[in-house]
């Protein structure tokens, strides 16, 4: 953690410790990629690591084994079929920024873990593949956003394959998403004839040639008006490009970073990620503009980053990151103060003191033990089963951050363990992959089913767990569906379902905190309830709950 590092020694010299934290939320950039599947966010993920010089070459994204493994996918499920399944976090420093990127899955089954991890961004990159526009995935992914008031880049991706009209694609980004759109450079052509991009500010021209795969791409830069220009690039394809930048400026829109970062505003990006085309123009201007690490809501209200002491939040669990040491590992975002190797910090949830003595600075599946954090960094916490997601830890005065709730899940299955004899390994894994958030767990009300019900966005969830207590426990178990797509919690608990009596065409669990879950098997049947029973309130989001250790099983 180089930047990181370099504060050290400055505050070792001249004890201005206000003035290194200052420095240092001043330099750092936090932000997660969000997208649909194969829009490229991995291969974007790998290029900008490759302009930030902490990889020398990057491994796009195959299923066939003769690409390079990527360096933000580290399961091995991820490794077989191509797909990034778990978030990961990658720090490396750009010029004079430090940047945090987590990465998120891009695969629509693992949303839930996406939701998580945008807890923990300042800024969110939404990439879009040219020839889509916006996807299912990319539209519940932004509503995230929007809830949590998260400033928006869309990077358009796939610039060099056949597409839709570029001015279609923001107007799609408006209309649909209510979302003004900015765009900051705009491209020269499409497909075969993608030629570069024209910076809007600067009136630049950035012209590029494919380079030798997974290097960095050669930039030649022109000022629009430069006579060489057209000796370069068709002159239709010029003209072109210069007719729809002089619509968008009598469209009347302007930049206003204000409305960048209160999430209405989306600045917007041309490029080809797999080609290079507009990755390092879109780095340069993303840094430029992105917020910087921000206040963020607790039980005291507001805490600013620049807060004395050290506070952060945990946003994700992962076990087995290294299945060589079976080891579980907490993501913890630093919020505010600076964060120091064996300091005592307190556990908010439940009172302790805790000495984290083995701090790790993570990046994919590397790690190494880091000696100080700033507000913006991740770090990774050894858990030895007293973390659980959305825990606070600090430093001088109590301050506990807003927990992370859960999202509805579409897909549900017992999860059978044929074998008695391995019921503790079995027990183990499933209470272990329930504390990281890999799967929501439910119960059946009739406490003699004691088998779980697992709870996921998509299918490929449910074999993921399958998978890893195969694997990382030595238990095989068997699914049966259930035949429901809708879950809604009851808002008011146990005593607003008792009023209502009996309902029909539905089935009622409990969730880890024996909350009441209504499962429908279709909206069908969630909205004749509604009809059925208007004071009912039901929820999609589950709220957070404070204090209160979930059932295990």
């Given at each position: ?16 410790l ?12 936090n ?26 070459q990057?491994?796009?994204v ?35 920024t ?170 917007v ?27 963020r ?59 984290l ?18 507000p ?42 044929p ?43 449910l ?68 009809e ?22």
């Amino acid at each position: 953690m180089s930047g990181s590092q370099a504060t050290t020694g400055q505050a070792t010299t001249d004890g201005d410790l206000a003035q290194v934290l200052a420095s240092a939320v001043d330099r750092r950039r936090n932000f997660a990629i969000i997208s649909h599947p194969d829009a490229g966010k991995t291969t974007l993920t790998e290029k900008l690591l490759l302009y930030g010089g902490a990889i020398q070459q990057a491994g796009a994204v195959k299923a066939r084994g003769e690409q390079r493994k990527v360096t933000s996918d580290w399961m091995e499920l991820e490794k077989q079929r191509g797909i990034s399944i778990t978030s990961t976090v990658l720090q490396f420093d750009y010029g004079t920024t430090t940047i945090n990127l987590l990465d998120t899955p891009g695969h629509q089954d693992f949303s839930e873990d996406t939701y998580r991890t945008l807890a923990a961004a300042d800024n969110a990159v939404m990439l879009e593949d040219a020839a889509k526009g916006l996807e299912p995935q990319t539209r519940k992914l932004f509503e995230v956003c929007r809830m949590r008031k998260i400033p928006i880049f869309t990077f358009i991706n796939k610039m060099d394959r056949p597409g839709r009209e570029p001015l279609m694609l923001l107007d799609e980004i408006e209309s649909e998403l209510g979302l003004t759109p900015w765009a900051v450079n705009w491209p020269i052509g499409s497909g075969e004839q993608f030629r570069g991009v024209i910076d809007r500010r600067t009136k630049e021209v950035v012209l590029f040639s494919r380079a030798e795969r997974g290097k960095q791409a050669n930039e030649q830069r022109l000022s629009l008006d430069d006579p060489a220009l057209r000796e370069l690039v068709e002159e239709e394809l010029l003209d072109l490009a210069v007719e729809e930048m002089e619509f968008l400026e009598a469209a009347g829109a302007e930049l206003d970073i204000e409305m960048v970062h209160a999430g209405e505003l989306t600045p917007v990006f041309f490029g080809s990620a797999m080609t290079n085309f507009g990755v390092r123009p879109f780095l340069d201007a993303f840094l430029e503009m992105a917020q910087r690490p921000i206040a963020r809501s607790s039980s005291d209200g507001l805490v600013d980053p620049l807060r004395e002491g050290f506070s952060g939040f945990v946003f994700k669990l992962q076990a087995n990151m290294d299945p060589r040491h079976r080891d579980r590992v907490a993501f913890v975002r630093v919020c505010s103060g600076r964060f120091e190797k064996d300091m005592t910090v307190k556990h908010a949830r439940t009172g302790k003191a805790i000495r984290l003595s083995r701090p790790q600075k993570l990046f994919g599946q590397d790690r190494a033990v880091v000696e100080d954090a700033y507000p913006g960094d991740v770090i990774g916490l050894n858990n030895p089963g007293m973390f659980s997601i959305g825990d606070t830890l600090y430093v001088g005065s109590k301050v506990e951050y807003e927990g992370i709730p859960c999202f509805s899940p579409e897909i549900f299955s017992w999860l059978r363990n044929p074998n008695p004899s391995a019921f503790k390994n079995f027990r183990k894994g499933v209470n272990e992959l329930r504390e990281e958030g890999a799967v929501q767990i439910l119960y059946d009300t009739d406490e003699s089913k004691r088998d779980p019900i697992l709870a996921a966005v998509g299918q490929l969830q449910l074999e993921v767990v399958q998978h890893r207590l195969e694997n990382e426990y030595g238990v095989e178990t068997r699914l049966e569906p259930l035949g429901f797509q809708v879950a809604r919690w009851i808002n008011g608990g146990w005593a607003e379902l008792e009023k209502v009596g009996r309902i029909f065409n539905c089935k009622t669990v409990r969730d880890a905190w024996n909350r009441p879950v209504l499962l429908f098997k279709n909206e069908w049947n969630l909205n004749q309830l509604r009809e059925d029973h208007p004071d009912l309130e039901l929820s999609s989001v589950a709220p957070v709950v404070s204090g209160v250790e979930p059932i295990s099983l």
